[in-house]
């Protein structure tokens, strides 16, 4: 039986969905046009979730905070948007979208989280 690992810090998180979505778009380099596009938009968003938590852990407000994580949590699904699409497509071959798939809904939720808790009283 696999040993339960502790959560992870949602900053740390982010920080490595990024790298992973940047040597995705970087694998697609050498695909048709097309395939390229998307992954530029792929590189925006997803790129931009942890921007937006890392932002968030300077907010002014409570408020500030909330609308950081907001952010964060529609760049994590426009994210999930281009990753469905991508590997849609069929032609990226690796099943690296999966593997990105799964993470960025696990992202999104964990930020819905923070935000539900935050709204109620508590600080994610």
């Known amino acids: 039986m696999k040993e339960a690992q502790p959560p992870r810090d949602i900053k740390e998180r982010t920080f490595s969905f990024a790298l992973e979505i940047v040597r995705l778009c970087r694998s697609i380099d050498s695909k ?59 032609e990226l071959s690796n099943g690296a979208c999966k593997i990105l798939l799964r993470e960025a809904d696990e992202i999104a939720r964990v930020i819905a989280s923070i935000i539900v808790t935050t709204k109620k009283g508590g600080r994610g």
């Open 32 to 90: 048709p046009r097309s395939l390229r596009i998307l992954a530029q938009q792929l590189l925006r968003s997803g790129t931009s979730v942890g921007a937006n938590v890392q932002e968030a852990q300077a907010g002014q407000s409570r408020a500030d905070f909330i609308s950081k994580y907001s952010i964060a949590l529609k760049e994590a699904r426009e994210t999930l948007y281009w990753l469905r699409l991508l590997d849609a497509s069929g």
